[in-house]
Antibody
Framework: EVQLVESGGGLVQPGGSLRLSCAASGFTVSSTYMSWVRQAPGKGLEWVSLIYSGGATYYADSVKGRFTISRDNSKNTLYLQMNSLRPEDTAVYYC?????????????WGQGTLVTVSS | EIVLTQSPATLSLSPGERATLSCRASQSVSSYLAWYQQRPGQAPRLLIYDVSNRATGIPARFSGSGSGTDFTLTISSLEPEDFAVYYCQQRSNWPLTFGGGTKVEIK
């Protein structure tokens, strides 16, 4: 069974850093594309970043230069390094796997981890 | 950036009724559009991709149609578990974008 479990969220001050992890099981993270999507409290979904199996990465303009997506194949884990955090980065962060036979569609998703940026 | 506008914001229907949700793109996304469902307190799940392909395990009462800039998600007969928020997403251009969502609530 494919499963994604996020961790690493919490309360951080503006300007601080946080690294989110997404532990995968039932497949290998390096074999497909994966993404981070966030959802501010009571709001809709916002795509954040994507990494392809070949290693190419893409970012939303709102996080470019501050966030870095990566993966550790030995740990079968996806990461999101978040630096220079702002209050507007407050959200639940979901990791999601790319579907087989599709391109840039995501399923399944993890349960999410909450990041709160506040002083 | 391609903006996806979903309408209506809220749809109030009864179980057994037909639901029709709209997603309009600010420019053509060809057939590169998907729909997701998010139940309260849960993560989103993929329903439909490439306009009309149902994802694995999705019941046949969910169907998608459209092309270019105008798309529709239809739920033929609402089940109690279908009351949720629905989002469209495009992959035609970077950045990937989602619509603002349509909440389907019990009337």
């Amino acid at each position: 069974e494919v499963q994604l479990v996020e961790s690493g969220g919490g309360l951080v001050q503006p300007g601080g850093s946080l690294r989110l992890s997404c532990a995968a099981s039932g497949f290998t993270v390096s074999s497909t594309y994966m993404s981070w999507v966030r959802q501010a409290p009571g709001k809709g979904l916002e795509w954040v970043s994507l990494i392809y199996s070949g290693g190419a990465t893409y970012y939303a303009d709102s996080v470019k230069g501050r966030f870095t997506i990566s993966r550790d194949n030995s740990k079968n884990t996806l990461y999101l390094q978040m630096n220079s955090l702002r209050p507007e980065d407050t959200a639940v962060y979901y990791c999601a796997r790319g579907i087989v036979g599709g391109n840039n569609w995501f399923d399944p998703w993890g349960q999410g981890t909450l990041v709160t940026v506040s002083s | 950036e391609i903006v996806l506008t979903q309408s209506p914001a809220t749809l109030s229907l009864s179980p057994g009724e037909r639901a029709t949700l709209s997603c309009r793109a600010s420019q053509s996304v060809s057939s590169y559009l998907a729909w997701y469902q998010q139940r309260p307190g849960q993560a989103p799940r993929l329903l439909i991709y490439d306009v009309s392909n149902r994802a694995t395990g999705i019941p046949a009462r969910f169907s998608g149609s459209g092309s270019g800039t105008d798309f529709t998600l239809t739920i033929s007969s609402l089940e109690p578990e279908d009351f949720a928020v629905y989002y469209c997403q495009q992959r035609s251009n970077w950045p990937l974008t989602f619509g603002g969502g349509t909440k389907v609530e019990i009337k």
